[in-house]
Structure formats: structure tokens, C-alpha cells
């Protein structure tokens, strides 16, 4: 874009107000929920109460009884209506073996509890659930295996009779010479370190409502999904039908952080259902069937070791790490994955070995939730570095900068592979600066005299900090267009998923930086497979790296035809006109001006006349931009905590955190994207633990047992930012859904070892528990008499 071509103010940085906002504020949002359709069968799902059990026999005549149940289906009906019962993988490999997904309804053998065995379709939600409560599953009750150190026992019973055993897969990442990393070092620490499981939990849950269209022939779904594009096309292969009969709107999606990433067996039951009843199907997810159904992430174990010098300078990282996996894998091994190669993180570490185990648990299935792995190395790499200080008495920021990847050193190649099998590069920033401007933002200097002070009223008080990085912007592609209309308005079409995080703003900014045109009147259209025909939706912080740069390169195309057919109209040269305001101007007599509108219209077609020479036909571009790289984004995390030593209760005082996330197409998201992934760190920190018993019963089925954090636990968020363009796409943007919650758990580990240093207690397993906290003081103060 010529600089004569801007206005006088780039929409690109401005902290814009998200043009969604007002209708979503006022009640105006449409939900899959507000989908009402005459005539709609309601869905009720019959779930397994058993962890593990074969299904002996279903019987439907009771709730068929009750006056509006339609019909109650279950798997050996359903099988008739797809081309296969069983889910298809949704990541294909040949590294992994076809029966590892989940049915669409279980035939067989339930492997976790809440897997749906059966479905009653009634008049209404009402009805098809007390319908649901009379159907009949025979059980015959299966061991079933909770954690993974008991699915590893050699007699331990198999989570699932069809898989040869509990172990799904077996992988090693590293580099380096490891053993010699740690032969001779001065120093080697070992910590074990769990992290829990937990969930999304976005504020609306799953749902779908499936139409058929008997006047097309055609199935319409609505549905709240992030990844609308896979949805149909997963649809259309289970129904043996062309993609073209089948349409997916995602309207406005309360949510998502992963949960909403995969197609569920539910949600192909129900658009099976309505294309073979030619009727309305309409299913909506209450909370409780959230916990049971949709799936979790987090739950892993580490034992590991470090090596380093007299100076804390790391030689050698290596260890184990166990995944538990749940009883299926939908998607592929992609956390564990992530998870073992996020350790490093922004570190310059010279030996690396993670051997890695992903174990099958009677538990419902993992799958990515916002982070995807990474708090979870981020998480041991930060412990580390904590130990490291602690046994060597060095200060931990001085250990932190001795092995942070420097700024001249950038870019930085990582002698690891991200998932697409390219190198990790971290491209861009300087990680030791922005370390040193927290720290002294939150006034790490002069902490020792607010600790001796606080200690002295009998508060026990620390501070503790992080780093991470995260990559961002994974492709292979997103899909853009942006089309001016012959009445002027400019629309943009993408694949990617709005989800409540301002995604058609920051899309609007970036095509009305090309085009000179007000944000506001941008038009974005996502999540509807019939306005782009390729897409692959919001997930991985990936959005305004893909779908921001096929929307700048197709903004670029339509700009630069707007100039040549405008200077055709005006006959002027084409570098005598520039765009200001919807209209193609003479720079030197900006009184002489043609309007996009009239240009549309031209180039729209009249019957019997010519398209001015050397252009095609409308006022349109369509990019589908493919990554090379992924773009790192960077966060430095600090947090001041208290600990009250009598209950155990943690209490965070202050947080502050900057971020690099690259140009900032619109500021005000970006921190309340930050926002909200501290605010999810909060909770993986100190509340959030999905629980089980031995037998693999859920135990944290209410938020009454699964504590979300609310606005009581959260201090004010001081965020900053820098940037630092990101080579690797036109816009320099980098991610930022997921940053905000990977270092948090770190920071705040990092500040209750701070608090507690007088008993040396060492964080090693989140959500740090105020019972398990009281009894580590416990045991110290009784050890020292």
C-alpha cells in the first residue's frame, strides 16, 4: 500500500471497540440455543453411569410410552444411517491404529462414564429426558482403571477390550548429547510434577440443530463449533453425501478454549437423525452433560532431571512424562506432543531428552483446552529453574536470565520440530528486556522489605514469575475473500471462527487498512460454510496470523483493481489516483473522484458491454495464505501472593505481565484476550481439578465441586506490550488466545514457594490445594520440634 493511499489514520493499532459487542451486550446475540424451528425433535442422550461395562441389551418400550417420546435410537439403529458407526480420526496418521475414536452411539462397551449408548428424540427437551430416565441399558459392570501409574500395572485390567493394551503410544523428543549433559555436572535436581485435568468450560455449552431441506435436498445444521468447515465435511462423508447438500453455521458461539475443536458423537447422531427422519433435530448440552461429555486436558505426570553448573546454567534437561489420554483419541497425540516439546521454551538449553507415554484411563478423552500443552512444559521448565535458585541460593531472575534465549540471537532455531515437522523457530523479541520491565514494574527490588514488613503483622507474602512462548498461527491455511458490493459496502468471508474474541473487528481493521474505509462499515461474515468453501476454523492462537494475512493479501488485490479500473474511469494514470473513503480520488484534483460502488457496478457486467481492458470480471479477491512458520508469541508473567498458613488459602495480590505478541491489529482485544488466559491460569493454579475415584467416577460434576474463578480471585491485571513483527507473515502479527494462560501456574508456584520459603515447601502438583498446603506446614514445623 502507498503511503499516499492511507487516511489519515491507520485502523491497524487502534484500540477499536468490537463492533459485535453491542448486539452480543444487549441480548441480541443468536446462540444455537435461540434456534427454534417448528416441529423440532428435542434430543435427550441416554450415558453410561459405568466407567467400564459391556452393554448387554437396551430396551426403549418405557420411555416409548410416555406421550411425546418419538423414538428412542440406539447404536445398532444408527448404524444403519452412516457409512460407519465408529468416529472418523480427526487428525489422519498412519502412526496411529482406526480403532482408537469413540462411537457415534456405543454398541458395546462403554468406556467412560457419559458415554452415550443411546438417544431419545421427543416433542421436547422435557419429554426426551424423562424418556431418557426409562430406558433400560443392560450392564454387565468391567474393572475400570483410573490413573495412569494403575493402567501401567502389569495386571491391570484393559481400558478398552479392543486395544492390545493401555499404552496408545510410545515417542521420544530431544536432542543433543543428554547423558553426557549430566555426566560430571556439578548439580543435578530431580522434581515429580503432575499437573491436573481439567476442562473449558465456556459460558455456552455444546448444542446443535440439524434441518432437512426437502425443497434442496440439503441438511442445515447450526451448530456452536470452532471449526465449522470439518463439521460438514465430517458430516457429509458419515452420510455418504456430497458437501455440497450439506451447510454448517456456527452463529454466535459463547465460547469455545478448545472443547468445541472436535466433532462430537453427538453431534453426528443428531444430523443423522435428521436426515433420515426428514425432520428438525435439535439438541442442546446442559452443564452436567459438559463435564461428562465434552473433553478435558491438563493430566500429566513428570519425573525429571536437571543438570547444570555452579551458576545455574543449565546443561541437560531429560525425564519421562505420562499423558493420560482418556479411553479414545478423536484427534491424535497432539498434547502430549506439544507438551514435551514446549519445556524449553524461550530457554537456550543444550541438551534436551523427554521420553514420552500416552496411557489410555477409563476417563472421557483429551483434546486440546487453551494452552494445548504448553502450561504444562512451561510448568517444568519454570519449576526447574526455581530449583535451581533454591539449592544454589542464587536469585531466581539472575538464573532466568543466564539461560534465556538472547536478543541477538534471534532468530532462534530450536533443534525441535512443531507437530507440521518444520523446525521451531523463535523469530523475534527480547525476553531478558521484558523480564527486567516487570520486574520492576512490580517492584521486585524492594520485595524483601515488603515481605520482613508484612511478616511482622504475621502475613506470609511472595512474589514469583515466568516466562513462556507459544506458537502461533498453525496452518495450513485460512481462508479470506473480501468483496466490495455494487452499493459500495466492502464484506469480508473467512474461515476462521468467531468466538468471542473480537476475530471480525481485528478482520474489519485489517481489510479497511488496505481498502480506506471505516472499520465500522466492514461487514464480516465466519463460520458459515456457505460463504467460503474452504476453512479450518479458530484454534491454536492461529486466526489473525492466518485469516488477518489472506484478508491483507485479498484487500490488497481488490485495492489495487479498485486503482487501475478508477484510473480507467477518471483517464488518469493509474499512480495519479489514491483511495480515501470509499472512493478512487485524482491525488492532484481530489475534487475529480469515481466511488467504489460505481466501479462495482461496472465491473459487475452490463449485457452487450465490454469490462474495461486487462481486468476480470467483479470486485472481489479470495486468499487462501499457507504459514511457512509459525509466529512465537512471548509473555513474562509476575505475581505477588499471600498465604495464610492456617488455612491454606492462597490469595493472589497483584499480577503483572507484558506480552509480545507481535503488531497489534487492535489493542484493546489483545489485553482482554491476556485477560482472560490469566484469569484461566487463576483457575488451573489454585481451583480447577476434575476428580475421580478409583473406579473412574466423575466427582466434580457441579461448579460446586469443579471451582471456575470468579471476579473475587482475580487482582487487577496490570499488561503491557511490546512489538515485535513476526517475520514470517505479511502483517507481523502473532497469536494471543492462549498466551495470556500458559505462564500462570508458574508465576503462581513460583510466589507461594516464595511465601512459604520459611518451610521449604516446593510447589510440585496444581491446583495447589489450601489441605495439602496446611499439611506440608504441618509436618515441617513438627520435623523442626
Same mark, same amino acid.
Given at each position: 500500500?502507498?503511503?499516499?493511499?492511507?487516511?489519515?489514520?491507520?485502523?491497524?493499532?487502534?484500540?477499536?471497540?468490537?463492533?459485535?459487542?453491542?448486539?452480543?451486550?444487549?441480548?441480541?446475540?443468536?446462540?444455537?440455543?435461540?434456534?427454534?424451528?417448528?416441529?423440532?425433535?428435542?434430543?435427550?442422550?441416554?450415558?453410561?453411569?459405568?466407567?467400564?461395562?459391556?452393554?448387554?441389551?437396551?430396551?426403549?418400550?418405557?420411555?416409548?410410552?410416555?406421550?411425546?417420546?418419538?423414538?428412542?435410537?440406539?447404536?445398532?439403529?444408527?448404524?444403519?444411517?452412516?457409512?460407519?458407526?465408529?468416529?472418523?480420526?480427526?487428525?489422519?496418521?498412519?502412526?496411529?491404529?482406526?480403532?482408537?475414536?469413540?462411537?457415534?452411539?456405543?454398541?458395546?462397551?462403554?468406556?467412560?462414564?457419559?458415554?452415550?449408548?443411546?438417544?431419545?428424540?421427543?416433542?421436547?427437551?422435557?419429554?426426551?429426558?424423562?424418556?431418557?430416565?426409562?430406558?433400560?441399558?443392560?450392564?454387565?459392570?468391567?474393572?475400570?482403571?483410573?490413573?495412569?501409574?494403575?493402567?501401567?500395572?502389569?495386571?491391570?485390567?484393559?481400558?478398552?477390550?479392543?486395544?492390545?493394551?493401555?499404552?496408545?503410544?510410545?515417542?521420544?523428543?530431544?536432542?543433543?548429547?543428554?547423558?553426557?549433559?549430566?555426566?560430571?555436572?556439578?548439580?543435578?535436581?530431580?522434581?515429580?510434577?503432575?499437573?491436573?485435568?481439567?476442562?473449558?468450560?465456556?459460558?455456552?455449552?455444546?448444542?446443535?440443530?440439524?434441518?432437512?431441506?426437502?425443497?434442496?435436498?440439503?441438511?442445515?445444521?447450526?451448530?456452536?463449533?470452532?471449526?465449522?468447515?470439518?463439521?460438514?465435511?465430517?458430516?457429509?462423508?458419515?452420510?455418504?453425501?456430497?458437501?455440497?447438500?450439506?451447510?454448517?453455521?456456527?452463529?454466535?458461539?459463547?465460547?469455545?478454549?478448545?472443547?468445541?475443536?472436535?466433532?462430537?458423537?453427538?453431534?453426528?447422531?443428531?444430523?443423522?437423525?435428521?436426515?433420515?427422519?426428514?425432520?428438525?433435530?435439535?439438541?442442546?448440552?446442559?452443564?452436567?452433560?459438559?463435564?461428562?461429555?465434552?473433553?478435558?486436558?491438563?493430566?500429566?505426570?513428570?519425573?525429571?532431571?536437571?543438570?547444570?553448573?555452579?551458576?545455574?546454567?543449565?546443561?541437560?534437561?531429560?525425564?519421562?512424562?505420562?499423558?493420560?489420554?482418556?479411553?479414545?483419541?478423536?484427534?491424535?497425540?497432539?498434547?502430549?506432543?506439544?507438551?514435551?516439546?514446549?519445556?524449553?521454551?524461550?530457554?537456550?538449553?543444550?541438551?534436551?531428552?523427554?521420553?514420552?507415554?500416552?496411557?489410555?484411563?477409563?476417563?472421557?478423552?483429551?483434546?486440546?483446552?487453551?494452552?494445548?500443552?504448553?502450561?504444562?512444559?512451561?510448568?517444568?521448565?519454570?519449576?526447574?529453574?526455581?530449583?535451581?535458585?533454591?539449592?544454589?541460593?542464587?536469585?531466581?531472575?539472575?538464573?532466568?536470565?543466564?539461560?534465556?534465549?538472547?536478543? +541477538?540471537?534471534?532468530?532462534?532455531?530450536?533443534?525441535?520440530?512443531?507437530?507440521?515437522?518444520?523446525?521451531?523457530?523463535?523469530?523475534?523479541?527480547?525476553?531478558?528486556?521484558?523480564?527486567?520491565?516487570?520486574?520492576?514494574?512490580?517492584?521486585?527490588?524492594?520485595?524483601?522489605?515488603?515481605?520482613?514488613?508484612?511478616?511482622?503483622?504475621?502475613?506470609?507474602?511472595?512474589?514469583?514469575?515466568?516466562?513462556?512462548?507459544?506458537?502461533?498461527?498453525?496452518?495450513?491455511?485460512?481462508?479470506?475473500?473480501?468483496?466490495?458490493?455494487?452499493?459500495?459496502?466492502?464484506?469480508?468471508?473467512?474461515?476462521?471462527?468467531?468466538?468471542?474474541?473480537?476475530?471480525?473487528?481485528?478482520?474489519?481493521?485489517?481489510?479497511?487498512?488496505?481498502?480506506?474505509?471505516?472499520?465500522?462499515?466492514?461487514?464480516?461474515?465466519?463460520?458459515?460454510?456457505?460463504?467460503?468453501?474452504?476453512?479450518?476454523?479458530?484454534?491454536?492462537?492461529?486466526?489473525?496470523?492466518?485469516?488477518?494475512?489472506?484478508?491483507?493479501?485479498?484487500?490488497?488485490?481488490?485495492?489495487?483493481?479498485?486503482?487501475?479500473?478508477?484510473?480507467?474511469?477518471?483517464?488518469?494514470?493509474? *499512480?495519479?489516483?489514491?483511495?480515501?473513503?470509499?472512493?478512487?480520488?485524482?491525488?492532484?484534483?481530489?475534487?475529480?473522484?469515481?466511488?467504489?460502488?460505481?466501479?462495482?457496478?461496472?465491473?459487475?457486467?452490463?449485457?452487450?458491454?465490454?469490462?474495461?481492458?486487462?481486468?476480470?470480471?467483479?470486485?472481489?479477491?479470495?486468499?487462501?495464505?499457507?504459514?511457512?512458520?509459525?509466529?512465537?508469541?512471548?509473555?513474562?508473567?509476575?505475581?505477588?501472593?499471600?498465604?495464610?498458613?492456617?488455612?491454606?488459602?492462597?490469595?493472589?495480590?497483584?499480577?503483572?505481565?507484558?506480552?509480545?505478541?507481535?503488531?497489534?491489529?487492535?489493542?484493546?482485544?489483545?489485553?482482554?484476550?491476556?485477560?482472560?488466559?490469566?484469569?484461566?491460569?487463576?483457575?488451573?493454579?489454585?481451583?480447577?481439578?476434575?476428580?475421580?475415584?478409583? *473406579?473412574?467416577?466423575?466427582?466434580?460434576?457441579?461448579?460446586?465441586?469443579?471451582?471456575?474463578?470468579?471476579?473475587?480471585?482475580?487482582?487487577?491485571?496490570?499488561?503491557?506490550?511490546?512489538?515485535?513483527?513476526?517475520?514470517?507473515?505479511?502483517?507481523?502479527?502473532?497469536?494471543?488466545?492462549?498466551?495470556?494462560?500458559?505462564?500462570?501456574?508458574?508465576?503462581?508456584?513460583?510466589?507461594?514457594?516464595?511465601?512459604?520459603?520459611?518451610?521449604?515447601?516446593?510447589?510440585?502438583?496444581?491446583?495447589? +490445594?489450601?489441605?495439602?498446603?496446611?499439611?506440608?506446614?504441618?509436618?515441617?514445623?513438627?520435623?523442626?520440634?
Amino acid at each position: 500500500m502507498n503511503a499516499r493511499d492511507r487516511i489519515s489514520t491507520s485502523p491497524i493499532g487502534k484500540r477499536a471497540l468490537r463492533a459485535e459487542d453491542v448486539r452480543l451486550l444487549t441480548g441480541a446475540g443468536r446462540y444455537v440455543a435461540d434456534i427454534d424451528l417448528a416441529d423440532a425433535l428435542h434430543v435427550a442422550f441416554v450415558r453410561s453411569p459405568y466407567a467400564h461395562a459391556l452393554i448387554r441389551g437396551v430396551d426403549g418400550s418405557a420411555a416409548l410410552e410416555v406421550p411425546g417420546v418419538v423414538a428412542v435410537i440406539d447404536a445398532r439403529q444408527m448404524a444403519t444411517y452412516l457409512e460407519a458407526l465408529r468416529m472418523p480420526l480427526g487428525w489422519p496418521t498412519s502412526d496411529l491404529p482406526s480403532d482408537i475414536t469413540p462411537y457415534v452411539l456405543c454398541p458395546e462397551e462403554v468406556c467412560f462414564v457419559g458415554e452415550a449408548v443411546a438417544m431419545v428424540l421427543a416433542t421436547s427437551r422435557y419429554i426426551a429426558e424423562d424418556g431418557a430416565a426409562l430406558v433400560m441399558v443392560d450392564y454387565d459392570p468391567l474393572p475400570a482403571v483410573s490413573d495412569v501409574h494403575a493402567a501401567l500395572e502389569p495386571d491391570a485390567p484393559k481400558v478398552r477390550r479392543e486395544a492390545p493394551g493401555n499404552v496408545l503410544r510410545e515417542f521420544r523428543v530431544g536432542y543433543g548429547e543428554c547423558d553426557a549433559a549430566f555426566q560430571d555436572a556439578p548439580h543435578v535436581f530431580r522434581e515429580t510434577i503432575s499437573q491436573h485435568r481439567g476442562g473449558a468450560h465456556p459460558m455456552e455449552c455444546r448444542g446443535m440443530v440439524a434441518q432437512y431441506d426437502k425443497h434442496q435436498g440439503a441438511l442445515m445444521i447450526w451448530a456452536s463449533t470452532q471449526m465449522p468447515h470439518e463439521l460438514a465435511f465430517t458430516v457429509a462423508k458419515a452420510l455418504g453425501l456430497p458437501d455440497s447438500l450439506v451447510r454448517v453455521v456456527a452463529p454466535d458461539v459463547g465460547g469455545g478454549f478448545g472443547c468445541k475443536f472436535v466433532v462430537y458423537p453427538e453431534e453426528l447422531a443428531v444430523a443423522a437423525v435428521a436426515w433420515h427422519h426428514k425432520r428438525a433435530v435439535k439438541w442442546i448440552e446442559d452443564r452436567m452433560e459438559h463435564f461428562l461429555g465434552a473433553i478435558q486436558e491438563r493430566d500429566q505426570l513428570w519425573d525429571v532431571e536437571v543438570a547444570c553448573d555452579d551458576q545455574g546454567v543449565v546443561r541437560g534437561i531429560r525425564g519421562t512424562m505420562l499423558h493420560d489420554q482418556g479411553a479414545y483419541t478423536p484427534q491424535g497425540v497432539n498434547c502430549a506432543y506439544n507438551s514435551s516439546t514446549a519445556v524449553t521454551g524461550p530457554y537456550a538449553i543444550p541438551a534436551y531428552e523427554m521420553r514420552v507415554t500416552v496411557v489410555q484411563t477409563n476417563k472421557i478423552y483429551v483434546i486440546p483446552v487453551r494452552g494445548a500443552g504448553y502450561p504444562q512444559g512451561t510448568f517444568v521448565m519454570e519449576r526447574l529453574l526455581d530449583r535451581i535458585a533454591f539449592e544454589l541460593g542464587e536469585d531466581r531472575a539472575v538464573v532466568r536470565a543466564r539461560n534465556l534465549v538472547p536478543a +541477538e540471537k534471534m532468530p532462534y532455531v530450536k533443534p525441535l520440530t512443531a507437530r507440521s515437522g518444520r523446525p521451531i523457530v523463535l523469530d523475534s523479541g527480547d525476553y531478558l528486556d521484558a523480564q527486567r520491565r516487570v520486574l520492576e514494574r512490580i517492584g521486585y527490588a524492594g520485595f524483601e522489605a515488603r515481605r520482613q514488613a508484612a511478616r511482622r503483622d504475621g502475613r506470609y507474602i511472595g512474589l514469583g514469575f515466568a516466562h513462556a512462548v507459544k506458537g502461533t498461527g498453525r496452518g495450513p491455511f485460512e481462508s479470506g475473500s473480501v468483496r466490495v458490493s455494487s452499493n459500495g459496502h466492502v464484506t469480508v468471508a473467512t474461515g476462521a471462527m468467531a468466538m468471542g474474541q473480537g476475530l471480525n473487528t481485528a478482520m474489519a481493521q485489517v481489510a479497511a487498512e488496505q481498502l480506506c474505509v471505516p472499520v465500522e462499515t466492514v461487514q464480516v461474515i465466519s463460520g458459515d460454510t456457505a460463504h467460503t468453501s474452504m476453512g479450518v476454523g479458530g484454534f491454536a492462537s492461529r486466526q489473525t496470523v492466518t485469516a488477518g494475512s489472506s484478508v491483507h493479501y485479498a484487500a490488497v488485490a481488490v485495492a489495487a483493481k479498485l486503482r487501475k479500473v478508477g484510473a480507467y474511469m477518471l483517464k488518469v494514470d493509474e *499512480q495519479a489516483v489514491c483511495l480515501r473513503d470509499g472512493t478512487v480520488r485524482v491525488i492532484d484534483d481530489p475534487g475529480r473522484a469515481v466511488t467504489y460502488s460505481e466501479i462495482a457496478r461496472l465491473l459487475r457486467g452490463i449485457p452487450g458491454y465490454d469490462l474495461p481492458p486487462g481486468v476480470g470480471a467483479g470486485l472481489e479477491a479470495t486468499i487462501h495464505w499457507e504459514p511457512t512458520d509459525m509466529a512465537y508469541a512471548h509473555g513474562f508473567h509476575a505475581c505477588e501472593v499471600e498465604v495464610d498458613i492456617v488455612t491454606g488459602e492462597v490469595r493472589v495480590l497483584r499480577y503483572v505481565a507484558t506480552h509480545d505478541s507481535g503488531t497489534l491489529i487492535n489493542p484493546m482485544t489483545a489485553e482482554g484476550q491476556i485477560h482472560g488466559g490469566i484469569v484461566h491460569g487463576i483457575g488451573n493454579a489454585l481451583f480447577e481439578c476434575m476428580r475421580y475415584d478409583d *473406579q473412574a467416577q466423575p466427582i466434580s460434576t457441579t461448579f460446586a465441586d469443579y471451582l471456575l474463578t470468579t471476579a473475587t480471585e482475580v487482582p487487577p491485571l496490570e499488561i503491557s506490550f511490546t512489538e515485535s513483527p513476526a517475520p514470517s507473515n505479511p502483517l507481523g502479527v502473532k497469536g494471543v488466545g492462549e498466551a495470556g494462560t500458559i505462564p500462570v501456574t508458574s508465576a503462581i508456584a513460583s510466589a507461594i514457594d516464595d511465601a512459604l520459603a520459611d518451610f521449604r515447601i516446593r510447589v510440585s502438583r496444581v491446583p495447589v +490445594e489450601p489441605v495439602e498446603l496446611v499439611r506440608q506446614i504441618a509436618a515441617h514445623e513438627q520435623a523442626a520440634g
